[in-house]
């Protein structure tokens, strides 16, 4: 499924199966999970993506081939493409470990093909070896909403209370990660949205209302998963001194001012970007463990524009998963 130009829906296209290049493997892909970015990506949020596109850095399938020097797989293993394709391993950031923020990074999905499609050609260094515990459909949504709201979890800190706004992916796999850490977790959604509350409480959320509401107690850390930039103050207002809110998304509306009150008390306000491999080994040994269970609405890889248009109306629960049929053989 191929973005031509930013705004206009995607298209299905008949490409060649790729040729994996030095280091590289090609991955039959299996199942790949539909993220808030691809929405932002599509509707033209972000600046100069590669087009023509196929989105998606959720994949989730088998190697097929490996290009010169990628030895690190097998054919046939199972392995997951995630957003963090490419690093250059020389700048700044890339040699104090903190390749999320390399200067040349290069995203799967982005400024690479991505695991819409029946298959793709992926950096093998940048691949994970997925839990054997989790179904392909059930493993996509590791690989961004998990791996991400796993960092922001961190960069969040180790309060107590845990505010998440917006209930959706990534929120609640981090919601499951929060109990099993023992913290008390309160969900944020927007008006009437019952059936992300209802999942919210039945994965451990002792509280579930609207997203600008006080909730009962003040919180010792927030996460904001919405790109609604009117959440951020209102995370702050429901915040505790010393605490932290964390902007989770690559994308936001702008912040509305704020009366410095809201900050004073070492409030911080801060953004996650991107993941290291560091974050996503560590996550994809915690999943299993918990274990995480991801809650997938499937939609056929033909049906991409349609779970992009769900995801964008707020009505999809859990996470939205598209399953690709047989690959090439
Ligand atoms: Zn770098
Ligand atoms: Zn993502």
Redesign the pocket.
């Known amino acids: 499924m191929v973005l031509s130009r930013s705004g206009e829906p995607l298209w299905e296209a008949d490409l060649p199966l790729p040729e994996p290049g030095r280091g590289q493997v090609v991955v039959e892909v299996a199942a790949c999970g539909v993220?808030?970015?691809d929405l932002h990506v599509v509707d033209g949020e972000l600046p100069e993506p590669k087009l023509p596109l196929v989105p998606g850095?959720?994949a989730v399938g088998r190697v097929l081939a490996a290009g010169p020097g990628a030895e690190r797989f097998d054919a046939g293993d199972r392995v997951g493409v995630p957003?963090l394709g490419w690093t250059c391993g020389e700048c700044r950031y890339c040699r104090s470990g903190r390749e999320n923020l390399c200067d040349r990074a290069r995203f799967t999905g982005y400024d690479l093909d991505g695991g819409y499609a029946e298959a793709l050609a992926a950096d093998e260094r940048f691949c994970f070896p997925l839990p054997a515990a989790y179904p392909d459909l059930q493993a996509a949504p590791l690989l961004?909403?998990g791996l991400?709201g796993y960092r922001a979890l961190r960069l969040a800190g180790d309060g107590e209370r845990l505010g998440l706004y917006g209930f959706g992916a990534s929120a609640h796999i981090v919601a499951q990660v929060a109990r099993h850490e023992g913290r008390r977790v309160f969900a944020f959604t927007r008006a009437g949205d019952e059936e992300a509350r209802r999942l919210a409480r039945g994965l451990g959320a002792e509280w579930a209302g609207d997203s600008l509401a006080r909730p009962p107690e003040e919180l010792d850390a927030a996460i904001v998963f919405a790109p609604a930039g009117e959440l951020v103050p209102a995370a702050l207002a429901a915040a505790a001194k010393g605490s932290t809110v964390v902007c989770a998304g690559i994308h936001m509306s702008d912040i509305p001012s704020f009366p410095y009150e809201l900050l004073w008390g070492e409030r911080v306000v801060r953004s996650v970007a991107n993941l290291t491999r560091r974050d996503g080994e560590e996550f994809m040994a915690l999943a299993p463990r918990i274990p995480v269970r991801t809650e997938v609405e499937t939609f056929p890889l033909a049906e991409a524009n349609e779970a992009l248009a769900r995801l964008r109306s707020g009505s999809v629960s859990g996470a939205a998963v598209l399953a690709v049929r047989s690959g090439p053989a």
Request: some cysteine.
């Open positions: 993220c808030r970015t850095h959720q957003w961004c909403a991400i």
